[in-house]
C-alpha cells in the first residue's frame, strides 16, 4: 500500500478511541511542509487515534501530558525494528532476508533496548556524556563554529545548511568518537542513506538497500577504527567503549559497533535540524533575532524555545508489551504507539499561544529531548553545540536574512531543511 491509499481504521468503539479525519494522519507532503494545523485538529479530535499512514498502522498520541505519560511507561517497549524489513514498499521474502542483516545489527542499538540491557549500555555511554567531559569540549566545539564562521567572510548569500548546519554537528561528532574529519562526507551519507530508510513511513525497497549498504560501510569503518584504537587508546568516546568491552560489559563487537552507528546518526542528523530550523524560525521572526542581538545572555532560553517550536525529532515509536489501555484506549500486544512530540510541543493545554515563537517564554520545557528512560543521552551536546553557533552567528553575521525559500528535507520523522538561502548585508 502507498502512502496515499493509506486510510484510516474505525478505531474499537467500545474501548473509548476517538477517530480522526483522516486528511489530518496522512502524512503526505501536505502534511510534511506544515504538521502543525493537522496536529492542533487531532488533538483537538482526541488524545489517541488510530493509522494505517504509518508503519503498518499504529495509534498516534497527540497531547502534552500523554505524550509524556507513553515515553516514561515501563508497559511500552522501545524495541521496535521487528517489523521494519517487512513494511518496506515493493518489498519480498526474498528482501526480507536480503536486509535481515541491516535488522539485526541495528537491533542491538541502545534507543532500540529495553532493561536490562539498555540499563548496561546507557551506563557506559553515560561516562561519555558526563556534563564534565561535555563542558570540555566547549573550546573545540568553538573552534569548529569559528573556522566555519571565517569561511563564511563576506559573503552575500550562501545556503546556510551546506555551509554551516551541515558541517558543524558532523565535526562535532567526528571528533566525539574520534573518526577522522576527512571521511566525514562518507559519514554523513551513510547516516542520511539510514535516516531516510528508519523514518519514511513506507520505504521503498531502494532506501532499505541503500540503508543496509551504508550500515554495513559504517561496520566496516567501524570495525578497522575499533582495531586501531585497541593497539593505541585515544581519549575519545570509541576508546572508552573498548575500555567497557574489556571489562565485558558489551556482549559482542556487533553491540559496540550497533552503538557507534547509532550516535553518528543521533548526533549530527538531529543537530543539523535545530540549527537550521532554528534559524530558519528567528529570521523569520526578525524582531527575536534583533533582541538576541541586543541581549545574547537571551539565547540559552532562544535555543529551548526553537527546539519547542519546531522540533528535530517530531515523533518516536513504543511496542505495547502486553494488552493494556493508553490514553484509555485498549491496545494490544505488538501494536506500535508514537508518540508526537511536534504535536505535545503546541499543546495549549501546556503553553499560552503554542503557535507564537517567544524566545522569552518561561513555561515547563518542551518534549524534544524525550522523556524517560530513553531521554537523550546527548542532549547536553547538542545544547551547547547550539547556544554556541547561534551565539557566534549573531556575534558576527547579525545582518543575516532570508535570501528565498527554504526547501525541507520531506522527512516526516526527523524534520529539517534542505537548503536554506540566507544573505547579509555587505560591510
Ligand atoms: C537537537 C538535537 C537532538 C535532538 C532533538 C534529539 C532527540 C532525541 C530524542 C527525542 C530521543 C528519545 C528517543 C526515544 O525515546 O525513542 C533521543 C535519544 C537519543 N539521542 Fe538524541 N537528540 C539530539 C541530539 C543528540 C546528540 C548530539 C547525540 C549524541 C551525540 C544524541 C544521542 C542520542 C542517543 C544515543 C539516544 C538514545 C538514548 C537511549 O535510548 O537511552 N542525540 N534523542
Redesign the pocket.
Known amino acids: 500500500m502507498s502512502l496515499a491509499e493509506a486510510t484510516l481504521r474505525a478505531p474499537d468503539a467500545s474501548a473509548g478511541a476517538v477517530s480522526a479525519p483522516s486528511a489530518h494522519l496522512r502524512f503526505d507532503a501536505d502534511f510534511v511542509r506544515d504538521p502543525y494545523p493537522h496536529y492542533a485538529a487531532l488533538r483537538e479530535a482526541g488524545p489517541i487515534h488510530w493509522t494505517d499512514a504509518l508503519f503498518n498502522g499504529a495509534w498516534v498520541v497527540t497531547r502534552h501530558a500523554d505524550v509524556d505519560a507513553v515515553?516514561r511507561d515501563p508497559g511500552l517497549s522501545?524495541q521496535r525494528t521487528a517489523g521494519w524489513v517487512k513494511r518496506v514498499d515493493g518489498g519480498d521474502r526474498r528482501s526480507q532476508a536480503e536486509l535481515r542483516a541491516f535488522q539485526h545489527l541495528f537491533s542491538r542499538?541502545?534507543?532500540?533496548?529495553d532493561a536490562p540491557d539498555?540499563t548496561r549500555v546507557?551506563t557506559v555511554?553515560g561516562a561519555g556524556?558526563h556534563p564534565a567531559r561535555i563542558r570540555a569540549q566547549a573550546p573545540r566545539v568553538a573552534e569548529i563554529v569559528a573556522a566555519r564562521i571565517a569561511a563564511l567572510g563576506q559573503r552575500p548569500r550562501f545556503d546556510f545548511m551546506a555551509e554551516f548546519a551541515r558541517p558543524v554537528?558532523s565535526l562535532?561528532?567526528c571528533m566525539?568518537l574520534g573518526v577522522d574529519a576527512a571521511d566525514r562526507q562518507d559519514f554523513i551519507a551513510w547516516s542520511d542513506d539510514l535516516a531516510a530508510f528508519m523514518s519514511a513511513p513506507w520505504p521503498t525497497l531502494d532506501q532499505a538497500r541503500a540503508a543496509q549498504r551504508s550500515l554495513l560501510a559504517l561496520k566496516r569503518y567501524f570495525d578497522a577504527l575499533l582495531s586501531a584504537r585497541r593497539k593505541a587508546p585515544g581519549e575519545d568516546l570509541v576508546s572508552l567503549l573498548l575500555a567497557a568491552e574489556a571489562e565485558g560489559l558489551f556482549r559482542s563487537d556487533a553491540e559496540l559497533v550497533a552503538?557507534c552507528a547509532?550516535?553518528l546518526l543521533?548526533?549530527?542528523e538531529?543537530?543539523r535540524?535545530?540549527l537550521g530550523n532554528g534559524l530558519h524560525a528567528l529570521l523569520d521572526h526578525p524582531e527575536q533575532w534583533k533582541a538576541l542581538i541586543d541581549d545574547p545572555a537571551l539565547v540559552p532560553g532562544a535555543v529551548r524555545e526553537l527546539?519547542r517550536y519546531d522540533?528535530?525529532?517530531q515523533y518516536?515509536?513504543?511496542r505495547v508489551i502486553a494488552d493494556s489501555l493508553v490514553c484509555g484506549q485498549r491496545v494490544r500486544r505488538g501494536e506500535l504507539v508514537i508518540?508526537l512530540?511536534g504535536s505535545a510541543n503546541r499543546d495549549p493545554d501546556r503553553y499560552t499561544d503554542p503557535d507564537r515563537l517567544d524566545i522569552r517564554r518561561r513555561e515547563p520545557t518542551h518534549?524534544?529531548?524525550?522523556?524517560?528512560?530513553?531521554?537523550?543521552?546527548?542532549?547536553g551536546?547538542?545544547?551547547m553545540?547550539?547556544e554556541i553557533a547561534f551565539a557566534s552567528l549573531l556575534e558576527h553575521l547579525p545582518t543575516l536574512m532570508l535570501a528565498g525559500r527554504a526547501q525541507q528535507n520531506g522527512n516526516a520523522a526527523l524534520r529539517g531543511l534542505a537548503a536554506l538561502p540566507v544573505m547579509q548585508a555587505q560591510a
Not at 367 to 379: E, K, N, P, Q
Open positions: 515515553l522501545a542499538a541502545m534507543i532500540f533496548l539498555h546507557r555511554l556524556f554537528p562535532v561528532t566525539l552503538q547509532m550516535l543521533a548526533g549530527h538531529t543537530t535540524n535545530l527546539l522540533s528535530p525529532v518516536t515509536g513504543r508518540a512530540i518534549l524534544s529531548f524525550g522523556r524517560g528512560a530513553h531521554v537523550c543521552i546527548g542532549a551536546l547538542a545544547l553545540q547550539a
